[in-house]
């Protein structure tokens, strides 16, 4: 008999998953969950109900954690946090999760994940690849395996550099004459799955915290946690550490025992996983169980492809489906929720009596119009097998913050240079832009100003606004997790600049602690006479010297002046689709 053959003793019902108020059996565990639906309609609440269980059951999770907002509430000692710009983070490479020169195939592939296409586009992700194996290859046999090389030689490194060292190697031919195109196609795919990377300590190598030995013998939970502002940057590193931990769960030993849970609240969002539809198909004997919560279809499309999209839907064999708004989703949904029969009778009646029929029609268990119009928290569960469809709904769990869900990282470290995402000649621009990798500024043109939430909206939204975005945030800043001496934090707006369409958007609010939010504003800051605070805020949080705090001052001053010049149009649409407010009439 095999290990994962032994018979398993039945847990108590106060042991298991629970979804709106139904166990789910521990034997549908493996078969991984979906959680479906469009934002503000229960999704996080319907994982946070379970994180007490899963947590005293002694299971270990890995959670890609939007915002922190599951790590400030249920972090634990021993638990471990993976996260380069949080001071709390341990030190990562790429190179930690490497055993010998065979495996920077698979660490390439999970740094630049396969595509699921044909053509050019799908040749140059192959070569991506193959160069940035042949990188870790040849820094490996070395001895010079750390990030900062790495990075260096991926992103700004000369052609004729990089030749040399992978000289010997497939990646040799696209040095060839004739394959300048090729080239630049490459470095370009890579560099734009590389901007977090340096942020990564630019000394650590082997020998550094490794995601594969935490499975294979590590304890607690592992957090991945990233800002809403760094996801776009934070996604490829996220989905590559993704990728080796799934990989790492199917060496495994077979288990009936082990429980490793991967939740991953926007799968969609991160960017492909991967072999993440493997490890959902193949994972059960090794322990690993996954919750993935998805908006809409069309976006597990965008980065999965139609056919890859499908099989991994195919793989979370029990659904819980909260409101889908989106016509696709809904319906794609609906038939994820199957069919029923219904047996409906028909008189007639006629000169020569009446006469009663039966007709057995087969219909949709649940309508896409219905999934469409479901209130907040309440959906539909599909286990897997066969069990009845239930309606459902999701309660609110309350549990205060145990720790800020971010803390900038305090230790000064040495960056590589940053990532370019394409590579058009050797030499880079004498001017580069300095980017702020804790506080930035967000200088509001001339012509927005007295534009903002406060004078829109009425004093009872602005309010309701303000408590939503504290308590999201925990009641911490969520910049560098400190809170104010009056009060704790103030609500700031976040806006884009669509410099062409000349469109001003609001893309989310964020809780700032008053010093972090004057920086924030340095001009109004300067009106108060408090520039030099917020000037030495800013510095402090990135880590910088008054000469480049001062440049990149000079750099935000300059961009905000020529916006002055121009009338923007303001983009408010996140004000109802995320926080249900109507903007008054007249704005």
Not at 24 to 44: D, N, Q, R
Not at 278 to 301: M, P
Not at 550 to 559: A, G, H, L, S, V
């Amino acid at each position: 008999m095999w290990p994962w053959q032994k018979p398993q003793k039945p847990r108590p019902r106060s042991d298991r998953i629970q979804i709106g108020g139904v166990p789910v059996p521990p034997s549908l565990e493996p078969l991984h969950f979906l959680i479906a639906g469009s934002t503000g309609t229960g999704k996080s609440q319907a994982i946070s109900a379970n994180l007490d269980v899963i947590r005293e059951r002694g299971d270990r999770v890995i959670m890609a954690d939007p915002g922190g907002q599951y790590m400030s509430r249920w972090w634990r000692e021993g638990d471990t946090i993976l996260a380069p710009l949080d001071q709390r983070s341990v030190p990562w490479s790429p190179f930690s999760e490497m055993r010998g020169q065979e495996d920077a195939d698979r660490v390439a592939k999970s740094i630049i994940p396969d595509i699921e296409t044909s053509g050019d586009a799908a040749e140059w992700q192959k070569y991506s690849q193959g160069l940035v194996a042949a990188i870790l290859e040849r820094l490996w046999e070395s001895g010079g395996a750390a990030n900062e090389k790495f990075v260096r030689l991926l992103t700004v490194a000369k052609s004729d550099e990089i030749e040399a060292i992978v000289q010997g190697l497939p990646a040799q031919t696209l040095f060839d004459t004739g394959a300048a195109k090729m080239l630049s196609a490459v470095r370009g795919i890579i560099g734009s799955a590389l901007p977090a990377y340096r942020f990564l300590p630019p000394d650590a190598g082997a020998d550094a915290w490794s995601i594969r030995r935490w499975i294979e013998g590590g304890s607690g939970w592992l957090w991945l946690p990233y800002k809403d502002s760094q996801r776009a940057a934070m996604a490829p590193l996220i989905s590559a550490w993704l990728g080796e931990a799934v990989s790492a769960i199917l060496d495994l030993e077979p288990s009936r025992e082990r429980r490793i849970w991967l939740v991953l609240d926007e799968v969609a969002l991160l960017g492909k996983v991967q072999a993440l539809s493997d490890a959902l198909t193949n994972g059960r004997k090794y322990g690993l169980r996954a919750i993935l919560g998805l908006q809409s279809v069309a976006q597990l499309r965008q980065v999965y492809g139609r056919e890859g999209a499908t099989v991994l839907l195919s793989c979370l064999s029990s659904q819980v489906i909260l409101r889908s708004p989106d016509p696709e989703t809904a319906d794609t949904m609906s038939r994820a929720l199957g069919e029923h029969q219904i047996s409906r009778e028909h008189s007639s009646h006629g000169p020569s009596g009446s006469s009663t029929s039966e007709h057995v029609v087969i219909e949709r268990a649940v309508l896409p119009s219905e999934l469409q119009c479901l209130p907040d928290r309440v959906g539909y569960l599909k286990l897997a097998g066969d069990y009845p469809l239930a309606k459902v709904s999701i309660g609110i769990t309350h549990k205060e913050p145990a720790v800020p869900s971010f803390i900038p990282r305090a230790a000064a470290q040495k960056a590589p240079p940053p990532v370019v995402k394409e590579v058009q000649q050797e030499s880079t621009a004498p001017d580069e832009k300095i980017v702020a990798p804790g506080l930035s500024l967000e200088l509001i043109p001339a012509t927005c100003a007295g534009e903002n939430l406060r004078h829109i909206l009425t004093a009872d939204q602005w309010q309701r606004l303000q408590k939503r975005t504290a308590a999201e945030a925990g009641g911490v800043c969520e910049i560098c997790g400190g809170v104010g001496d009056k009060w704790p934090v103030e609500t700031h707006e976040v806006w884009s600049y669509d410099d062409q369409a000349k469109v001003q958007k609001l893309e989310r609010l964020q809780a700032l602690c008053p010093s972090c939010h004057q920086a924030k504003h340095l001009g109004h800051a300067a009106q108060k006479g408090q520039e030099q605070e917020a000037m030495k805020r800013l510095a402090e949080l990135n880590q910088w010297d008054a000469e480049t705090a001062r440049k990149y001052i000079d750099q935000e001053m300059k961009i905000c002046r020529e916006r002055s010049r121009h009338k923007w149009t303001q983009d408010l649409q996140i004000l109802e689709s995320k926080y249900d407010l109507k903007i008054p009439k007249g704005e």
